[in-house]
Structure formats: structure tokens, C-alpha cells
């Protein structure tokens, strides 16, 4: 790792600079790709060309360099190789990391994405290098060279000189064209985990010989996402705002972070159902000066830790994660259910997004603490169906819903559907026909036709049957049907033709005067909607329903095993066996 304090010129260099890495030893949170660059310079399987993609700050640029140098290792008395061991300065090396060696060439591809930024490079691919073993041609942010750069390149890539090597960064690979890609060696650079940034930040305190705790690092290397730049240019402007010292106090109002222990706070309101509470909580992290959509942020990261904290203890030995934290979010895993964790973390990322495209952030984000207040202890359906099939009886439509704390105040999840029967099969079609076709096929019912138009993956025409004829007469090679409202004018052809068509035979396609059946779709449709009256009749939905008032029946499943009774037909029983 470089300790260059200031630049040549004496000026001060920021830590970013001053830490980049020199080696593959030096590159942290990267060791899948250094494995397999180790591996091929030992074996001598060197690529041609590197695709080096990843998010920003995570070491793109400062790789190609160290490969580079690698490519072009030489010692002073001229022996060397190509390695990947770069514990010594070789003769190229300073030059080339600090990109001013002649033969190792970079070129910003945001800035020049012609055609004829490329040329200059082919044009000069055909000479030999300078000084170096190989010529070294680094693109950054190569998604940004336009279509004709990209097809230029294309040649030179597959066959390019032996001299000549290329490395290729970006961080969107998506818009690299695949013939680029299929030229390249790829390396997926990764985020640097959080534990692993924040160790890397504690060295470089210590070798800054200033003191920093250990929850203004965590809170650093939460903020910065994986980026190692990120996180390196967030502590430095965390020295210069707490001078020789950083803690977590003057991190979190630097970056307008809320305080973590009162976040978890503002969480245990929530989990009780205390509104007023969370609303006082939210306000004064607020007024402190984090936002309203950072504050929901963080609250979501810390359901988010209790919910893996339930799933695997393990959890709780990320040493990013602060001591109250492991505490408290033991405590509350312990206690909350899978499920309540579940609906807690969808109400509040739908929150975010709603705080985010308010007009008033503060206040939308108090409206989204109280859903959650009032949603934490309400039961989830197949709960409050299971209490309902065991109560004595069923409740009266004056008694209030069961909440603590809120009143008689209704939800504002939405409506709440239950229902439970055992759901009888729609009439499925009739088999498929034969793939392997007769020189003549016969049809005898519509349902025949539909199963034809399937294997022969004609949905347009499978559609039409089912929802736009109302068969009159079905006869193998005659069909008379009245077309259903919103049929085009053209199905009658339509249908002769392609019939026609696969059974090898004509086909007469009659438009009626006469009226005939009813859809296949207006079929199931009424089924549904018999279905839908059969299940509102039933007691124990019925005892939903009054329960919570504008709730509504959006569906239908089965959940009862099959030798149960069919709700739909069932009839309350005697009041004094109820």
C-alpha cells in the first residue's frame, strides 16, 4: 500500500490517492480475480484482452494498472517476467501507476467515443513499444464508445499484435456489444464487504496516526455501498470535519444519518403499536437533520438484521454491526415472527418511495409510521381465519376489531380478503390433438379446435374460440357459431382457413342469425361468480367480513384437504351447536 504523503508539487493528497493499491496484494475484497490471474501468468495462459466491470470505487482502474505493471515487470539489471509477485519496484512500474509511462496508454472512453479516437489507437497498435515488454492500451468506461468504435475494434481484438495488450473498464457491461465481450477475459469485480471496508478504514487510521471509534467506521463503510474510493473520500472528509478524531456523533450529522440507537427505538414503538411514540421518535431524528427518506432507510436495514438475525445467529458477528444492535436485535428476533418482519420491511420500502415523491417528505413519512403502528399487531389472514374457525362463536357485528392501543380504528392495509372451500377443477379442455397428423384430421367438438390452435401455438386464434364464439352446431368440417360482442368481422375467414389448413380438409364456417352458447370464457365466468356467493355465505367469512368493514372477497383458492365438504353448499349450523 502507497504512504506518499503529498504530491511532487507538495500539495496535500487525499487519502483515495494516497492508499491506491500498487499490487494484487494490495486489493481487498478481490480475490477470486487475483487467484485466477495468479493461475494464468504461472502458467503462462496470459489473455489478450481484459472486460474489467464492477461498480464505481471498487478498484477498476487501479487493477488495469497493477496488470499492466505486471505485463511489463523488469528489474533494473534487465532481467524479469511477467508476475503477479510485485513485492519490488521494477523499472517501469512508478511510471505506469502513476500514468506516465509511454508505452501504457489510457484513454477515457466518456470523453472520446469516436470512431476516430479509436483509429489513432489501431494506428498505433502496428508499432512496437517504446521501452516496455508490451504496449498497453487501458479504455475506461469503454460502454460509452459508440457503435462504429466498437465494430473498428473488432479485428484488432481477435487478432492483435503479440506486443499489444488490451484492458477494457466499465461499469454498465450491459451496453458493451456481446462480439466485444466474447473477444475479452471478464473479471466481476465485487463490493467490498462492509466488515472487510471497515477493517480496511481502521488501517488506515492507524497508519494516519489519528483515532477514530469503531462506530464512525461502520458507519463510513455502510455509506459508501462496497466502494473503497467512496468510502476513503467519506473518511477523509470526516478527519477534516472532527480533526484528529472521528466518532459517530459527527459522522452521522455530516452525512445526515440518523442515530442508530434511536432507530431502534423508533422500531420498538412501531412493533408495539405505539403511533404517538414513533411519531415523537421520527420527529426528533428529524429536527436532528437526517431525512425523512434515510431515516425509513435505515429503518427497514435494521428489520432487516433482526430478520436475518432470526434466520441464522451468525448474524449478529458482522463486526459492522454496533453493540447495540447485536443487543436489542437479538431481543427482537427472539420475540417477532417471520411474518410480522415480513410485512414491516414491504410497508416500509413502499414507504421510501412514497416519502421520496412527496411534496412534504416529513409528513408522508409520519402517515407511513402509522400503517405500521397499526398493522403490527393485526393478524395476518390465515391467522385471523385460524382464530375465527376456533372461536365459540361468531362475533357480533357491533364489536370492535381486536387492536391495542389504536381504538376502533379501521386498517389501511386495503381490503382483506379469506376464503377457504375446496374448489372444484374447472372442466379442463380435451386432450391435445395428435401431433403426428393423419393426411386428414377430424374434429368433433369445439374444445377439439382449441386444443389444435394450442399445439400449433396459435394463441390468437385459441383466444377467439374461447371468448368469441357462441357455438350454434359443431360437426367435423362445419362449424356455425354467432360471434360474441367485440368478435372482428373477419373470424369467420379466419377460422375456415387456418382449419382448413391443419386437418387437410374444407371447412364451412357459418355465421348465424340464431342465438348461440355461451363463451367458454362467459362459462368460467359465471362458475367464479358462483363460486364468489358460495363463499360469502359461508359462516366463517362471513364473520371476516363483519369483522373488518369494506374488506372484500378477491378470490378463491383451496386450502382444506379433499375429503372435506364443499363450503359453497354448506349451511350454517343450529345455533345451539354453534
Not at 370 to 393: F, G, H, I, Q
Amino acid at each position: 500500500m502507497a504512504d506518499q504523503n503529498t504530491d511532487s508539487g507538495g500539495a496535500y493528497r487525499v487519502l483515495a490517492r494516497k492508499y491506491r493499491p500498487w499490487s494484487f496484494d494490495d486489493l481487498i475484497g478481490q480475490e477470486a480475480m487475483v487467484r485466477t490471474l495468479t493461475n494464468a501468468f504461472s502458467t503462462g495462459r496470459v489473455a489478450q484482452a481484459w472486460m474489467l466491470t464492477g461498480v464505481r470505487g471498487v478498484g477498476k482502474t487501479t487493477t488495469a494498472r497493477i496488470l499492466a505493471r505486471a505485463l511489463n515487470f523488469q528489474r533494473e539489471d534487465g532481467s524479469g517476467a511477467p508476475t503477479v509477485d510485485l513485492k519490488e519496484i521494477g523499472v517501469h512500474c512508478e511510471a505506469i501507476m502513476e500514468s506516465r509511462h509511454v508505452d501504457v496508454l489510457e484513454m477515457d472512453a466518456a470523453s472520446r467515443t469516436g470512431i476516430d479516437d479509436v483509429r489513432e489507437i489501431l494506428d498505433g497498435v502496428r508499432y512496437a513499444p517504446a521501452s516496455a515488454r508490451y504496449k498497453v492500451y487501458i479504455i475506461d468506461e469503454v460502454h460509452m464508445l459508440s457503435d462504429k468504435a466498437f465494430n473498428a475494434f473488432l479485428k484488432t481484438l481477435e487478432e492483435p499484435p503479440p506486443h499489444v495488450k488490451f484492458i477494457f473498464a466499465t461499469t454498465e457491461i450491459r451496453k458493451v456489444p456481446v462480439t466485444v465481450l466474447s473477444r475479452c477475459q471478464r473479471f466481476s469485480l465485487r463490493r467490498v464487504d462492509s466488515a472487510l471496508l471497515t477493517e480496511h478504514l481502521k488501517k488506515i487510521i492507524g497508519l494516519e496516526g489519528l483515532k477514530a471509534d469503531d462506530e464512525a467506521l461502520a458507519l463510513i463503510a455502510r455509506a459508501a455501498e462496497g466502494s473503497v474510493r467512496d468510502a476513503l473520500s467519506i473518511l477523509d472528509q470526516a478527519i477534516a470535519h472532527g480533526g484528529a478524531s472521528v466518532d459517530g456523533e459527527q459522522v452521522r450529522q455530516m452525512l445526515g444519518l440518523s442515530d442508530r440507537g434511536r432507530v431502534i427505538d423508533l422500531f420498538e414503538a412501531v412493533m408495539k403499536g405505539d403511533a404517538a411514540n414513533a411519531l415523537a421518535t421520527f420527529r426528533e431524528l428529524y429536527d436532528g437533520g437526517a431525512d425523512a427518506a434515510v431515516i425509513l432507510a435505515d429503518l427497514g436495514e435494521f428489520v432487516h438484521f433482526v430478520t436475518r438475525v432470526k434466520l441464522s445467529p451468525a448474524a449478529l458477528e458482522d463486526p459492522s454491526v454496533t453493540e447495540v444492535e447485536r443487543l436489542r436485535g437479538k431481543a427482537f428476533a427472539d420475540g417477532l415472527s417471520h411474518k410480522v418482519l415480513a410485512r414491516a420491511w414491504q410497508m416500509i420500502s413502499k414507504g421510501i418511495g412514497e416519502v421520496q415523491a412527496a411534496p412534504k417528505p416529513a409528513q408522508a413519512a409520519d402517515m407511513v409510521l402509522v400503517r405500521l403502528t397499526y398493522a403490527a399487531d393485526l393478524p395476518t389472514p390465515d391467522e385471523a381465519l385460524r382464530a375465527l374457525k376456533d372461536a365459540p362463536s361468531s362475533p357480533s357485528p357491533s364489536s370492535p376489531p381486536p387492536r391495542g392501543g389504536g381504538g376502533g380504528a379501521p386498517t389501511s392495509q386495503g381490503a382483506l380478503a379469506v376464503a377457504t372451500r375446496t374448489a372444484e377443477p374447472i372442466p379442463s379442455a380435451a386432450p391435445r390433438a395428435s401431433a403426428d397428423a393423419a393426411p386428414s384430421l377430424r374434429l368433433n367438438t369445439l374444445q377439439d379446435a382449441i386444443a389444435l390452435a394450442d399445439q400449433k401455438r396459435d394463441i390468437s386464434l385459441k383466444i377467439a374460440f374461447e371468448r368469441q364464439v357462441r357455438l350454434v352446431d359443431f360437426q367435423d368440417g362445419r362449424i356455425e357459431f354467432q360471434p360474441a360482442p367485440g368478435a372482428p368481422p373477419g373470424l369467420s375467414s379466419e377460422i375456415q382457413k387456418k382449419l382448413s389448413l391443419w386437418t387437410n380438409k374444407r371447412w364451412a364456417v357459418v355465421v348465424s342469425s340464431k342465438d348461440g352458447q355461451p363463451t367458454l370464457h362467459e362459462v368460467r365466468e359465471e362458475e367464479r361468480e358462483n363460486q364468489l356467493r358460495g363463499v360469502a355465505a359461508h359462516p366463517h367469512v362471513r364473520a371476516v367480513m363483519e369483522r373488518f368493514p369494506g374488506a372484500q372477497i378477491v378470490g378463491v383458492r383451496s386450502t382444506a384437504p379433499a375429503q372435506d365438504q364443499d363450503v359453497s353448499a354448506a349451511e350454517p349450523p343450529p345455533e345451539d351447536e354453534e
